[in-house]
């Protein structure tokens, strides 16, 4: 069984997407890479959120489903 990669808010801060970086966010613990993803160019979505921080509080209210997320590539969970 593969172990799951510890990301710390440092390197989830660094991966924001901006300059080539990856982007990454993370929700419920959870950290995704969207760097492919159509919906996050440059590190942003939809204007209204950033790669590069813990978007759990502001997905509550986001018509995104948990099952979204299955399609999202994991990196590991937050530290």
Do not use: C
């Amino acid at each position: 069984m593969a172990q799951t990669k510890k990301v710390t808010q440092e390197e989830l801060i660094a991966n924001d997407g901006k300059n080539g970086k990856p982007a990454w966010i993370a929700y419920q613990g959870k950290v995704y890479d969207v760097t492919d993803s159509s919906f996050w160019r440059e590190g942003e979505h939809m204007s209204m959120h950033s790669a590069g921080k813990d978007l759990t509080e502001d997905l509550e209210m986001a018509p995104h489903r948990d099952e979204n997320f299955s399609r999202i590539k994991l990196v590991g969970e937050l530290e």
